[in-house]
Nanobody, 121 residues
Framework: QVQLVESGGGSVQPGGSLRLSCAAS????????MGWYRQAPGKQRELVAA???????NYLDSVKDRFIISRDNAQNTVYLQMNSLKPEDTAVYYC???????????????WGQGTQVTVSS
């Protein structure tokens, strides 16, 4: 009924940039917070960046000043612009959104399928 589809991952050299996109589709009444998480091999999933419906943002300390999260409410899409990438940014990145929708118009937590980001020389 509601799904998140990510795109934009890939391989890049240190210092490079990538832009991730995540589009929500389906029976959507309202999208509240949206965010990006990542999980590196052997590590726990961590919140990278989040943005509220009003545009307030917060970031993981290690990505501040390098990553920018934004959203297009008309397109139900959230973006993550990643600059000055480092090898330690290598992980699977997951989109997350709190959405009121579905046939029962309930609030649920939705996840994308994940997209690999690899930073290596």
């Amino acid at each position: 009924q509601v799904q998140l589809v990510e795109s934009g991952g890939g391989s890049v050299q240190p210092g490079g940039s990538l832009r991730l996109s995540c589009a929500a589709s389906g029976l959507i009444f309202r999208i509240k917070a949206m965010g990006w998480y990542r999980q590196a091999p052997g590590k726990q999933r961590e919140l990278v960046a989040a943005i509220t419906s009003g545009g307030s943002t917060n970031y993981l300390d290690s990505v501040k000043d390098r990553f920018i999260i934004s959203r297009d409410n008309a397109q139900n899409t959230v973006y993550l612009q990643m600059n000055s990438l480092k090898p330690e940014d290598t992980a699977v990145y997951y989109c997350n959104a709190v959405i009121v929708g579905g046939l029962a118009y309930r609030e649920n937590d939705y996840w994308g399928q994940g997209t690999q980001v690899t930073v290596s020389s």
